[in-house]
């Protein structure tokens, strides 16, 4: 692809980026700030109880070590509360979240105490397809609805891809 084919492709993209958002917010109310705070939720619900617990001192005994993959989700949670608005904010919540999460993947879904941080590690065919076999809690039922691609859960993966995908751009640059 020549140079002038791509910087004429970004802005088109772009536009059809926000033309999806658009009919996303038309079809479920949520203007993109609740579709982002979704996005967020939905990580958390995945990730959170599938992080070790702040293990609990026992009597008389030094209090044990925070697990490392609890405190790279309580900064993950941190960062929702207070910094999702910005663009690093949303940045850094995802990239601790994907790495949360695939090593929740690649731990067969049990509680993880620890974690591979780097990018390189991350596969997104894996994350999306684990996504889509997640269910509620009762099991029975999937916890994303998919089918329709304007729903707030498709919604999630579209950010979750886009996510992914703008820091593997930084990474190729150096700045992530």
Do not use: H, W
């Not at 939905?42 to 617990?53: M, P, T």
């Not at 697990?67 to 207070?82: M, S, V």
């Not at 089918?147 to 999630?156: A, E, M, Q, V």
């Amino acid at each position: 692809m020549s140079y002038l084919n791509f910087v004429q492709t970004v802005p088109v993209f772009a536009e059809k980026i926000c033309d999806y958002f658009e009919k996303v917010e038309l079809k479920t109310g949520k203007n993109f700030e609740k579709v982002v705070e979704k996005y967020t939720l939905d990580f958390d619900s995945i990730v959170g109880d599938r992080v070790e617990k702040e293990p609990k001192p026992r009597k008389g005994e030094p209090t044990p070590p925070t697990p490392r993959a609890r405190k790279y989700y309580d900064r993950a949670c941190f960062i929702r509360k207070n910094n999702k608005d910005s663009e690093r904010g949303l940045l850094d919540y995802s990239r601790l979240m994907f790495c949360l999460y695939m090593s929740i993947i690649n731990n067969s879904f049990k509680k993880i105490e620890d974690l591979d941080f780097a990018f390189k590690s991350l596969n997104l065919t894996k994350m999306l397809e684990a996504m889509c076999r997640e269910t509620t809690l009762l099991g029975r039922k999937s916890k994303f609805d998919i089918k329709d691609p304007y729903s707030s859960d498709r919604s999630t993966f579209v950010i979750t891809v886009i996510m992914f995908y703008y820091m593997k751009s930084k990474e190729v640059i150096g700045e992530y």
